[in-house]
C-alpha cells in the first residue's frame, strides 16, 4: 500500500536560517498527523521573481515570505487577496486552481494578539503610536485603522520615510511625528508597537524613553529575536503591559497553515519551544 504524495510547504526569504517557521509549522504537521514537510529556501532578491513566478509548475504547496522580498512575491503572483492588495506585499503565496495567489497574514497576526487580550476597547479609546516605516508598518496601521484607533502617531529613525508613508496612506488619523520628537509622542498613548528592526539581534537598540508613556499603556514589540528586548524589558521595569513578537508571529503562522494544508493548524502552542531555540537551547 503506497503512501500519499507528501505535503510539502515553507519559507523563503534572504537571508533564512535564523527563521523559526520550520519548527513551528514541523510541529503542528506531526500534531494534525500530515504526511508533509515545511522547510527553508534561501532565496537571493535577484532570483525572487522567477523563483516566484515557477512556484506553481512545482509540487510545493506554497511558501511563506519574508523580507526583503515580501513586494516581489505580491508582483508575481497571478491573484492577489484583498488583505495582500490593501497593503501591496504579500507574506504567503499558495496555488489554488492553477493559480498562484498572493495572500498577507500579517494584519490578521499582528491583530490577534491584541484581541485575545481584550484590547478591543482600550485601542480605540486612546492614541496608538508606531514606531518604524516599512513593510511591517504597513500592516500595523491597517489593522489599528480596522480596529478603530482614534489617532496614529508615526515616528521613523529618518523622518522623510515616515511623513511619506503618513502623505501616502492620506488618513486623517495618521500622521508622521520627527524622531526629534519620539518621547513627546508617546504621551497619553494607550499602545507602543515598534514594528522597526531595532533592538532585533544584532540590530541597534531602539532608542526610545518608555518612561513618557502613561501608566496602563501596552507595549508590543514586534521583534522576537531576543525574545526580550530592551523595550520590553524598559516596559517591565516601568510597569506597564508588554507582549513581544513571539505572539504575532504564531498567530500569522495560523491561517498560513491553513492555507498550505488545508486544516486548520491544532491548537498546540508552539512557544516552548521556540523560546528554546532563541535561547539556544
Same mark, same amino acid.
Given at each position: 500500500?503506497?503512501?500519499?504524495?507528501?505535503?510539502?510547504?515553507?519559507?523563503?526569504?534572504?537571508?533564512?536560517?535564523? $527563521?523559526?517557521?520550520?519548527?513551528?509549522?514541523?510541529?503542528?504537521?506531526?500534531?494534525?498527523?500530515?504526511?508533509? @514537510?515545511?522547510?527553508?529556501?534561501?532565496?537571493?532578491?535577484?532570483?525572487?521573481?522567477?523563483?516566484?513566478?515557477?512556484?506553481?509548475? *512545482? *509540487?510545493?504547496?506554497?511558501?511563506?515570505?519574508?523580507?526583503?522580498?515580501?513586494?516581489? @512575491?505580491? %508582483?508575481?503572483? #497571478?491573484?492577489?487577496?484583498?488583505?495582500?492588495?490593501?497593503?501591496?506585499?504579500?507574506?504567503?503565496?499558495? %496555488?489554488?486552481?492553477?493559480?498562484?495567489?498572493?495572500?498577507?497574514?500579517?494584519?490578521?497576526?499582528?491583530?490577534?494578539?491584541?484581541?485575545?487580550?481584550?484590547?478591543?476597547?482600550?485601542?480605540?479609546?486612546?492614541?496608538?503610536?508606531?514606531?518604524?516605516?516599512?513593510?511591517?508598518?504597513?500592516?500595523?496601521?491597517?489593522?489599528?485603522?480596522?480596529?478603530?484607533?482614534?489617532?496614529?502617531?508615526?515616528?521613523?529613525? *529618518?523622518?522623510?520615510?515616515?511623513?511619506?508613508?503618513? #502623505?501616502?496612506?492620506?488618513?486623517p488619523s495618521l500622521y508622521a511625528v520627527p524622531w526629534a520628537e519620539?518621547?513627546?509622542?508617546?504621551?497619553? @498613548?494607550?499602545?507602543?508597537?515598534?514594528?522597526?528592526?531595532?533592538?532585533?539581534?544584532?540590530?541597534?537598540?531602539? #532608542?526610545?524613553?518608555?518612561?513618557?508613556?502613561? #501608566?496602563?499603556?501596552?507595549?508590543?514589540?514586534?521583534?522576537?529575536?531576543?525574545?526580550? *528586548?530592551?523595550?520590553?524589558?524598559?516596559?517591565?521595569?516601568?510597569?506597564?503591559?508588554?507582549?513581544?513578537?513571539?505572539?504575532?508571529?504564531?498567530?500569522?503562522?495560523?491561517?498560513?497553515?491553513?492555507?498550505?494544508?488545508?486544516?486548520?493548524?491544532?491548537?498546540?502552542?508552539? $512557544?516552548?519551544?521556540?523560546?528554546?531555540?532563541?535561547?539556544?537551547?
Amino acid at each position: 500500500m503506497s503512501l500519499p504524495i507528501a505535503k510539502i510547504a515553507g519559507v523563503a526569504g534572504w537571508p533564512i536560517h535564523q $527563521s523559526l517557521s520550520p519548527m513551528m509549522h514541523n510541529m503542528w504537521l506531526r500534531e494534525a498527523g500530515i504526511n508533509g @514537510a515545511y522547510i527553508p529556501f534561501a532565496v537571493h532578491p535577484g532570483e525572487a521573481e522567477y523563483a516566484f513566478k515557477t512556484l506553481k509548475r *512545482t *509540487t510545493l504547496m506554497g511558501v511563506n515570505v519574508t523580507a526583503p522580498l515580501k513586494e516581489i @512575491a505580491f %508582483k508575481s503572483a #497571478d491573484i492577489a487577496t484583498a488583505d495582500a492588495k490593501r497593503l501591496g506585499v504579500a507574506n504567503v503565496l499558495y %496555488k489554488r486552481s492553477g493559480k498562484l495567489v498572493a495572500h498577507n497574514t500579517d494584519l490578521e497576526g499582528f491583530a490577534a494578539p491584541l484581541l485575545s487580550r481584550g484590547l478591543h476597547a482600550h485601542i480605540s479609546q486612546s492614541p496608538a503610536v508606531v514606531i518604524g516605516a516599512g513593510g511591517a508598518s504597513r500592516a500595523v496601521i491597517a489593522a489599528l485603522l480596522s480596529l478603530s484607533v482614534p489617532e496614529i502617531r508615526l515616528i521613523n529613525r *529618518t523622518d522623510k520615510r515616515a511623513s511619506d508613508m503618513a #502623505d501616502r496612506l492620506s488618513v486623517p488619523s495618521l500622521y508622521a511625528v520627527p524622531w526629534a520628537e519620539r518621547n513627546e509622542a508617546l504621551r497619553g @498613548a494607550g499602545l507602543i508597537i515598534n514594528a522597526s528592526s531595532a533592538g532585533m539581534a544584532g540590530k541597534a537598540e531602539l #532608542d526610545i524613553n518608555t518612561a513618557y508613556a502613561p #501608566d496602563g499603556a501596552w507595549v508590543y514589540d514586534l521583534v522576537y529575536n531576543p525574545q526580550e *528586548t530592551r523595550l520590553l524589558r524598559d516596559a517591565r521595569r516601568q510597569g506597564l503591559n508588554y507582549m513581544g513578537g513571539l505572539d504575532m508571529l504564531i498567530a500569522q503562522a495560523r491561517p498560513s497553515f491553513k492555507a498550505f494544508f488545508g486544516v486548520a493548524a491544532p491548537a498546540t502552542d508552539p $512557544s516552548p519551544i521556540l523560546i528554546k531555540a532563541l535561547r539556544g537551547q
